[in-house]
C-alpha cells in the first residue's frame, strides 16, 4: 500500500433509522452526532486487509500526559483463535451479541511504566485513544461498541500480559447487522430513544 494512503473501505449498510442521529443542543461534528453503539453487527461482513489501519492512527494520534502513549491493543477477527480466546471472556449479554461483530479489540491501560513506577493517567488516556478509533471507525463506515463486561483475568492469561498492562475495555467493531437478530430484551435497547443528561446537569460552573 503507497505510503499515506488508506484502503478503500467495504460497503456497509447504512444507519437504520434515523432516530439514532443525536439531537444536540448546540453544533456538534456530522460524525459525533451520528455515531451510536449498536449491538447488532453483520454477522457475514469481514474486514479486508489493512482495513482498520486508519483506525488505530487515529488512536495513535491521541493525546497523552507526556506523550506517554500507554495504550496497547489486541486486535481478532472474527473465526481466528484469538478472537475465540476474547469471546470466551466476554460475561452476560455481551456473549450474545459481540461475537456477530468482524472483530474484537481488547483496550489495555500500560499502568506501570518500564522503570516500575505506576502512570495514574494511563486509564484517562487509553479512554483518550479509544475515542479517537470510534469517531475514525464511525466516519470510515463502520460502527463501534465498548464493553467493560468481561473477566480481565481470563483476557490477561490468555494473551499472558503481565501486570504492567490491564485490559480496561473491549471494542466490538463491524458492519451494522439489524434489530430483528437480537433476542427481544437487546432488541428493545437496540431501538429504544438515545438519550443524553443535559448540558446543565453535565457543567458544573459555567462563567
Known sequence: MRAGSRPAVSPVRSLPVSSRIAQTTAPVLDTLAQRWSPRAFDAEHAFPEGALRSVFEAARWAPSANNTQ??????????SESYARIEQAL??????????????????????????????????????????????????????HQMGGFDREAISAA??????????????????????????????????????????????VRD
Open 91 to 144: 460475561l452476560g449479554f455481551n456473549r450474545e451479541w459481540a461475537v456477530s461483530a468482524a472483530a474484537l479489540i481488547v483496550n489495555i491501560a500500560e499502568v506501570i511504566d518500564p522503570e516500575g513506577k505506576p502512570r495514574k493517567w494511563a486509564e484517562y488516556d487509553l479512554g483518550q485513544a479509544v475515542a479517537h478509533l470510534t469517531v475514525q471507525a464511525h466516519a470510515d463506515g463502520y460502527y463501534t
Open 159 to 204: 494473551f499472558d500480559l503481565d501486570e504492567r498492562l490491564l485490559p480496561v475495555s473491549i471494542t466490538a467493531i463491524g458492519a451494522i447487522g439489524t434489530p430483528e437478530q437480537l433476542s427481544e430484551v437487546l432488541r428493545e435497547r437496540e431501538t429504544a430513544p438515545r438519550t443524553r443528561l443535559s448540558l446543565e446537569e453535565l457543567v458544573i
Open 70 to 79: 500507554p495504550w496497547r491493543f489486541i486486535v481478532a477477527r472474527r473465526g
